[in-house]
Protein backbone atom coordinates (compact mmCIF):
# COMPACT_ATOMS: atom_id res chain seq x y z
CA UNK A 1 0.00 0.00 0.00
CA UNK A 2 1.13 3.31 -0.77
CA UNK A 3 3.11 4.58 -3.99
CA UNK A 4 0.31 3.92 -6.26
CA UNK A 5 -3.62 4.72 -6.21
CA UNK A 6 -6.78 3.98 -7.68
CA UNK A 7 -8.86 7.35 -6.12
CA UNK A 8 -9.54 9.50 -8.46
CA UNK A 9 -8.43 12.73 -6.19
CA UNK A 10 -4.98 11.90 -5.23
CA UNK A 11 -1.81 10.44 -6.40
CA UNK A 12 -0.54 7.86 -3.37
CA UNK A 13 -1.54 7.18 -0.32
CA UNK A 14 0.63 7.05 2.85
CA UNK A 15 -0.35 4.62 6.42
CA UNK A 16 1.22 5.69 9.32
CA UNK A 17 -1.71 3.79 11.27
CA UNK A 18 -3.74 1.03 10.49
CA UNK A 19 -7.12 -0.15 11.39
CA UNK A 20 -10.01 1.32 12.50
CA UNK A 21 -13.50 1.54 14.54
CA UNK A 22 -16.71 2.42 13.11
CA UNK A 23 -18.28 5.35 15.05
CA UNK A 24 -20.90 6.58 12.23
CA UNK A 25 -23.47 5.24 9.35
CA UNK A 26 -20.88 5.78 6.87
CA UNK A 27 -18.22 3.52 8.15
CA UNK A 28 -21.06 0.37 8.05
CA UNK A 29 -19.49 -0.73 4.80
CA UNK A 30 -15.95 0.31 4.85
CA UNK A 31 -14.13 -1.05 2.37
CA UNK A 32 -10.79 -0.85 4.81
CA UNK A 33 -11.63 -3.58 6.44
CA UNK A 34 -11.93 -6.63 4.30
CA UNK A 35 -8.89 -5.23 2.21
CA UNK A 36 -7.14 -5.55 5.87
CA UNK A 37 -8.28 -8.79 6.76
CA UNK A 38 -7.44 -9.85 2.87
CA UNK A 39 -3.99 -8.47 3.17
CA UNK A 40 -3.85 -9.85 6.56
CA UNK A 41 -4.06 -13.27 4.93
CA UNK A 42 -1.77 -12.53 2.25
CA UNK A 43 1.30 -12.38 5.34
CA UNK A 44 1.55 -8.61 4.89
CA UNK A 45 3.49 -7.21 8.04
CA UNK A 46 1.39 -4.13 8.55
CA UNK A 47 -1.63 -5.93 8.58
CA UNK A 48 -0.59 -8.39 10.92
CA UNK A 49 -3.07 -7.42 13.32
CA UNK A 50 -6.29 -7.17 10.70
CA UNK A 51 -8.58 -3.87 11.08
CA UNK A 52 -6.94 -3.89 14.78
CA UNK A 53 -5.57 0.12 14.90
CA UNK A 54 -2.36 -0.27 14.50
CA UNK A 55 0.44 2.43 14.70
CA UNK A 56 3.57 1.92 11.98
CA UNK A 57 6.22 4.03 13.08
CA UNK A 58 8.46 2.35 10.38
CA UNK A 59 6.20 4.20 7.69
CA UNK A 60 6.90 7.88 9.28
CA UNK A 61 9.77 8.33 6.98
CA UNK A 62 7.94 7.03 3.73
CA UNK A 63 7.24 10.09 1.85
CA UNK A 64 10.62 11.51 2.48
CA UNK A 65 11.91 8.83 0.25
CA UNK A 66 9.36 10.16 -2.39
CA UNK A 67 11.25 13.23 -4.92
CA UNK A 68 8.73 13.48 -7.15
CA UNK A 69 5.84 16.14 -6.27
CA UNK A 70 2.20 13.94 -5.72
CA UNK A 71 -1.10 14.48 -3.95
CA UNK A 72 -0.92 11.92 -0.77
CA UNK A 73 -4.19 11.08 0.76
CA UNK A 74 -3.10 10.14 4.74
CA UNK A 75 -4.20 7.21 6.16
CA UNK A 76 -6.55 5.79 3.72
CA UNK A 77 -6.93 2.60 5.91
CA UNK A 78 -7.26 4.18 9.50
CA UNK A 79 -8.17 7.73 10.59
CA UNK A 80 -5.25 9.78 11.92
CA UNK A 81 -7.73 11.18 14.73
CA UNK A 82 -8.70 8.01 16.07
CA UNK A 83 -8.57 8.31 20.04
CA UNK A 84 -6.03 5.40 20.56
CA UNK A 85 -3.90 7.41 18.47
CA UNK A 86 -2.02 10.04 21.01
CA UNK A 87 -1.15 13.56 20.58
CA UNK A 88 2.50 12.81 20.10
CA UNK A 89 2.22 10.61 17.23
CA UNK A 90 0.12 12.69 15.43
CA UNK A 91 2.53 15.39 16.19
CA UNK A 92 5.34 12.99 14.42
CA UNK A 93 2.92 12.54 11.69
CA UNK A 94 2.31 16.60 10.76
CA UNK A 95 6.25 17.14 11.19
CA UNK A 96 7.08 14.49 8.26
CA UNK A 97 4.11 16.45 6.15
CA UNK A 98 5.52 19.77 7.04
CA UNK A 99 8.87 18.65 6.37
CA UNK A 100 8.40 16.59 3.09
CA UNK A 101 7.14 20.02 1.36
CA UNK A 102 7.85 18.76 -2.22
CA UNK A 103 3.93 16.63 -1.81
CA UNK A 104 0.62 17.66 -1.07
CA UNK A 105 -0.97 15.74 1.92
CA UNK A 106 -4.85 15.03 2.43
CA UNK A 107 -5.96 14.00 5.59
CA UNK A 108 -9.56 13.39 5.91
CA UNK A 109 -11.47 11.92 9.48
CA UNK A 110 -14.82 10.99 10.83
CA UNK A 111 -13.35 12.77 14.41
CA UNK A 112 -13.20 16.42 13.61
CA UNK A 113 -13.47 17.27 17.76
CA UNK A 114 -9.77 16.38 17.70
CA UNK A 115 -8.45 18.67 14.93
CA UNK A 116 -8.25 21.70 17.34
CA UNK A 117 -5.65 19.08 19.44
CA UNK A 118 -3.25 19.73 16.51
CA UNK A 119 -0.86 22.98 17.78
CA UNK A 120 -0.97 25.76 15.17
CA UNK A 121 2.60 25.43 14.47
CA UNK A 122 1.86 22.16 12.96
CA UNK A 123 -0.11 23.32 10.07
CA UNK A 124 2.28 23.92 6.62
CA UNK A 125 0.84 25.12 3.71
CA UNK A 126 0.73 21.77 2.20
CA UNK A 127 -1.59 19.75 4.46
CA UNK A 128 -5.10 19.92 3.25
CA UNK A 129 -7.68 18.91 6.12
CA UNK A 130 -10.93 17.24 5.33
CA UNK A 131 -13.94 15.78 7.10
CA UNK A 132 -16.41 13.09 5.90
CA UNK A 133 -19.81 13.62 6.02
CA UNK A 134 -22.52 11.24 4.83
CA UNK A 135 -26.00 12.69 5.71
CA UNK A 136 -27.40 15.57 7.74
CA UNK A 137 -26.72 14.61 11.49
CA UNK A 138 -22.99 14.63 11.21
CA UNK A 139 -22.86 18.36 9.14
CA UNK A 140 -21.53 19.45 12.82
CA UNK A 141 -18.02 18.24 11.65
CA UNK A 142 -17.86 20.46 9.09
CA UNK A 143 -17.98 23.56 12.26
CA UNK A 144 -15.13 22.17 13.61
CA UNK A 145 -12.64 21.59 10.66
CA UNK A 146 -13.62 25.90 9.92
CA UNK A 147 -11.91 26.38 12.89
CA UNK A 148 -8.61 24.53 12.46
CA UNK A 149 -5.12 25.94 10.91
CA UNK A 150 -5.37 24.03 7.49
CA UNK A 151 -4.54 26.20 4.60
CA UNK A 152 -7.53 24.07 2.90
CA UNK A 153 -10.09 22.40 4.27
CA UNK A 154 -12.48 20.06 2.16
CA UNK A 155 -15.45 18.00 2.60
CA UNK A 156 -15.72 14.12 1.42
CA UNK A 157 -19.56 13.90 1.20
CA UNK A 158 -18.78 10.07 1.15
CA UNK A 159 -20.77 7.53 0.95
CA UNK A 160 -23.64 10.24 0.63
CA UNK A 161 -26.63 8.66 2.04
CA UNK A 162 -29.02 11.81 2.45
CA UNK A 163 -29.69 14.99 1.24
CA UNK A 164 -27.12 18.09 2.62
CA UNK A 165 -29.58 21.05 2.04
CA UNK A 166 -27.82 24.55 3.25
CA UNK A 167 -24.83 23.81 3.37
CA UNK A 168 -22.52 26.70 5.24
CA UNK A 169 -19.23 26.49 2.90
CA UNK A 170 -17.86 29.43 4.20
CA UNK A 171 -14.12 28.86 4.90
CA UNK A 172 -14.19 25.60 2.69
CA UNK A 173 -11.80 24.85 0.01
CA UNK A 174 -12.76 21.82 -2.18
CA UNK A 175 -15.83 19.25 -1.99
CA UNK A 176 -15.90 15.88 -2.77
CA UNK A 177 -19.06 13.70 -3.60
CA UNK A 178 -19.54 9.29 -4.47
CA UNK A 179 -21.67 7.33 -4.06
CA UNK A 180 -21.11 4.12 -1.82
CA UNK A 181 -19.93 1.14 -3.94
CA UNK A 182 -19.48 -2.69 -3.29
CA UNK A 183 -22.16 -5.73 -2.80
CA UNK A 184 -24.44 -4.24 -0.11
CA UNK A 185 -24.04 -0.59 -1.38
CA UNK A 186 -26.50 1.94 -0.19
CA UNK A 187 -27.90 4.06 -3.24
CA UNK A 188 -27.30 7.85 -3.68
CA UNK A 189 -30.58 10.03 -4.79
CA UNK A 190 -28.69 11.71 -8.12
CA UNK A 191 -30.92 14.85 -6.64
CA UNK A 192 -28.82 15.10 -3.77
CA UNK A 193 -25.70 15.25 -5.50
CA UNK A 194 -26.81 18.11 -8.12
CA UNK A 195 -28.02 19.71 -4.99
CA UNK A 196 -24.43 20.05 -3.67
CA UNK A 197 -23.23 20.25 -7.27
CA UNK A 198 -25.72 23.70 -7.51
CA UNK A 199 -24.64 25.15 -3.85
CA UNK A 200 -20.61 24.77 -4.92
CA UNK A 201 -21.10 26.28 -8.31
CA UNK A 202 -22.98 29.17 -6.70
CA UNK A 203 -20.09 29.93 -4.12
CA UNK A 204 -17.27 29.27 -6.31
CA UNK A 205 -16.24 26.31 -4.38
CA UNK A 206 -14.63 23.52 -6.52
CA UNK A 207 -16.25 20.16 -7.17
CA UNK A 208 -15.60 16.83 -7.74
CA UNK A 209 -18.04 13.62 -8.14
CA UNK A 210 -15.92 10.78 -7.45
CA UNK A 211 -18.46 7.94 -8.18
CA UNK A 212 -21.90 7.00 -8.48
CA UNK A 213 -21.02 3.68 -6.73
CA UNK A 214 -23.16 0.40 -6.40
CA UNK A 215 -22.60 -3.35 -6.82
CA UNK A 216 -20.71 -2.11 -9.92
CA UNK A 217 -18.73 1.34 -9.93
CA UNK A 218 -17.02 1.14 -13.23
CA UNK A 219 -20.19 0.71 -15.27
CA UNK A 220 -22.00 2.78 -13.30
CA UNK A 221 -19.22 5.63 -14.16
CA UNK A 222 -18.54 9.05 -12.66
CA UNK A 223 -20.60 11.83 -15.17
CA UNK A 224 -23.05 13.54 -13.64
CA UNK A 225 -25.24 15.28 -15.56
CA UNK A 226 -23.32 14.34 -18.72
CA UNK A 227 -19.88 15.30 -17.46
CA UNK A 228 -16.99 14.68 -15.08
CA UNK A 229 -16.59 17.07 -12.34
CA UNK A 230 -12.49 17.04 -11.34
CA UNK A 231 -11.96 20.65 -10.03
CA UNK A 232 -9.67 20.48 -7.37
CA UNK A 233 -7.90 23.43 -5.19
CA UNK A 234 -4.25 24.72 -6.54
CA UNK A 235 -1.54 23.20 -5.41
CA UNK A 236 1.19 25.28 -3.59
CA UNK A 237 3.41 26.34 -5.55
Known amino acids: MGDKTAIQWTDATWNPVTGCDKVSPGCKHCYAEPLALRLKKMGAQNYANGFELTL ?3 MLDKPLQWTK ?4 FVNSMSDLFHDGVSEEYIAAVFLVMATARQHTFQVLTKRAERLLSVAQSLWAPNIWMGVSVENADYVDRIGRLRECGAAVKFLSLEPLLGPL ?11 IVGGESGPKSRPMDP ?3 RDIRDQCVAAG ?4 FKQWGGTN ?3 AGRELDGRTWDQMPPREP
Open 165 to 175: PNLNLDGIDWV
Open 205 to 208: VPFF
Open 56 to 58: QPH
Open 191 to 193: DWA
Open 69 to 72: PRFV
Open 217 to 219: KKI
